[in-house]
């Protein structure tokens, strides 16, 4: 099972991104899926999360600004990014639960190998 995120780059402060990771492999059923990031010196910080339901929640002081959603037929989970500010800048690590099909009794921890979003001023 792989995670495959794109979507970063460089944007001016007030723009907007939109990330996407994208899942493949021998998956049974993806439960949870979040996004994570980290600036430099900084510890990984949860961003947002989204059930296999579609319940989501999004860290406090980024709530209306990003959005995360899922596509379940495609695998993949997006967050959409708007009124990107400087602080923003970070490498942004997609997250999934998946349960293989080798195991269907287990949930395993995936990460995406984190794609850059810089924010100029």
């Known amino acids: 099972v792989q995670l495959q995120a794109s979507g970063g780059g460089l944007v001016q402060a007030g723009g907007s991104l939109r990330l996407s990771c994208a899942a493949s492999?021998?998956?049974?059923?993806?439960?949870?899926m979040a996004w994570y990031r980290q600036a430099p010196g900084k510890q990984r910080e949860l961003v947002a999360g989204i059930s296999s339901g579609g319940s989501t929640n999004v860290e406090d002081s980024l709530k209306g600004r990003f959005t995360i959603s899922r596509d379940n037929a495609k695998n993949t989970v997006y967050l959409q990014m708007n009124s990107l500010k400087p602080e923003d800048t970070a490498v942004y690590y997609c997250n999934a639960f998946i349960t293989p099909r080798g195991d269907v009794t287990v949930s395993r921890e995936y990460w995406g190998q984190g794609t850059q979003v810089t924010v100029s001023s």
């Open positions: 492999g021998s998956i049974f059923r993806i439960n949870s």
